[in-house]
């Protein structure tokens, strides 16, 4: 299994921290700038939040059920939101496909977990469209909103999500990483 950007770990920490004190807000934004690894820290807590058999520290265990079907890309409940390919943005109809595919209950008992990546690419329709998910999200629902340009989503968007702010790594740190 891929290991945390180093400078990610911390706050991967903090969220597993939140989570097992019953802390978590059903909608988290990652923030920071580009190529930080915030996606990357996303995918890791939204397979951690599916695994079966997490470890003690919270990341996922890499061999259970859930696991298998995160890594083939195939795990029920877990949705993926980008632009499609012929799109810059994130369309009204994608978070309507969404809304239908969170009504559902999770197939594994456990999360329903979503990824809007870059969430800032969705256009006002579809930002309108996911408010009212935010505002009474399904049960057991968790939206990992992820943007380096949070100011271009709508504030009432951004309201209703709990920011997690990524800090780029200190000097040395990136560069111990970039020589190993
Ligand atoms: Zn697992």
Same mark, same amino acid.
């Given at each position: 299994m891929n290991t945390l950007l180093p400078w990610l770990v911390s706050t991967f920490a903090d969220l597993q921290q939140r989570r097992a004190q019953g802390r978590l807000a @059903?909608?988290?934004?990652?923030?920071g700038p580009a190529g930080i690894g915030k996606h990357q820290l996303a995918e890791r807590f939204a397979q951690s939040l599916l695994c079966a058999q997490p470890h003690a520290d919270g990341q996922p265990c890499g061999h259970c059920h859930a696991c298998s079907l995160y890594a083939a890309g195939t795990h029920p409940d877990l949705f993926r939101l980008s632009p499609e390919e012929d799109s810059k943005n994130i369309r009204i109809d994608q978070i309507r496909a969404l809304i239908e595919g969170m009504s559902l209950?999770? @197939?594994?008992?456990?999360?329903?977990?979503?990824?809007?990546n870059p969430a800032d690419a969705m256009n006002i329709a579809a930002a309108n469209a996911l408010l009212k998910t935010l505002e009474e999200p399904p049960a057991d629902t968790i939206l990992l909103l992820v943007t380096d340009r949070p100011s271009f989503l709508p504030a009432t968007i951004r309201s209703r999500c709990q920011t997690l702010r990524l800090a780029l790594p200190a000097r040395d740190e990136a560069q111990a990483w970039l020589s190993t």
């Open positions: @059903h909608a988290l934004m990652f923030v209950s999770s @197939h594994y008992g456990r999360h329903k977990v979503v990824i809007l």
